[in-house]
């Protein structure tokens, strides 16, 4: 089965600094590896997939997360936090073959992000 | 266009009770997810629906079941709830079905059960 490892639940940086956020992915094919960011009382919004179209993946608010099969890592980053950028992000996978003909995402725990002004 | 709606968007209910939580996908989105977030933990996937027809379940009980109907929109239905059922509900949809599909989640639906 699939996982995924989100470590650190609570991150905090200060404004205009470097975010690292941190995942490594457990899977026995190659992955899909995705993103989610959450703010307060709202759904999921996607910032960036991997599809192994390219190892770098760029996306939205200046986001992006380098796929290193070697490490089984997808690591977030940007180079300078903004307050707006404060909110929960899950780490997720899919493409288990046991899930064949569906997209069923195994998420991680969370990682919350503080900005600190 | 207008994004995955869920309806209602808060729902307090009892033990025992029953509860229909409703989603309409993105338009020309064929596949619906449904999605269980306990408070404090990642989501958990509960149901997947494609043209009509269940492509995947969850580890969860029988008393969760869900229909998709013939305009992908998608209704979960929860029997005698526990207070352990009390968490944000998400429904996402995607164009097709299939592993790497991007989803589109809504803004869920908060049930509590007391």
């Known amino acids: 089965a699939q996982s995924v490892t989100q470590l650190g639940s609570h991150v905090s940086v200060s404004e205009g600094a470097l975010v690292l956020l941190r995942c490594n992915y457990s899977?026995?094919?190659?992955?899909?590896l995705f993103w989610y960011v959450q703010y307060p009382n709202q759904g999921l919004q996607l910032l960036l997939k991997?599809?192994?179209?390219?190892?770098l993946v760029k996306g939205i608010n200046g986001f992006e997360a380098e796929f290193k099969k070697s490490e089984t890592s997808f690591h977030l980053t940007k180079p300078s936090a903004h307050m707006s950028d404060a909110a929960e992000y899950f780490c997720a996978v899919s493409g288990d073959p046991a899930n064949f003909g569906n997209e069923k995402l195994t998420f991680g725990t969370g990682t919350r992000l503080t900005i600190i002004p | 266009d207008a994004g995955v709606t869920q309806s209602p968007t808060h729902l307090i209910k009892t033990r025992g009770q029953q509860v229909t939580l409703r989603c309409s996908p993105i338009s020309g989105h064929k596949s619906v997810s449904w999605y269980q977030q306990v408070l404090g933990q990642g989501p958990q996937f509960i149901f997947q629906?494609?043209?009509?027809?269940?492509?995947g379940r969850g580890n969860f009980p029988d008393r969760f079941s869900a229909r998709q109907f013939p305009n992908y929109s998608s209704e979960l239905n929860v029997n005698a709830l526990l207070l352990g059922d009390s968490a944000l509900y998400l429904c996402?949809?995607?164009?097709?079905?299939?592993?790497?599909?991007?989803?589109?989640f809504g803004p869920g639906t908060r049930l509590l059960v007391l």
């Open positions: 629906y494609y043209e009509k027809e269940e492509r």
């Open positions: 899977s026995s094919v190659p992955p899909y």
């Open positions: 996402a949809s995607s164009f097709q079905a299939g592993e790497g599909k991007t989803q589109y």
């Open positions: 991997y599809t192994s179209a390219a190892t």
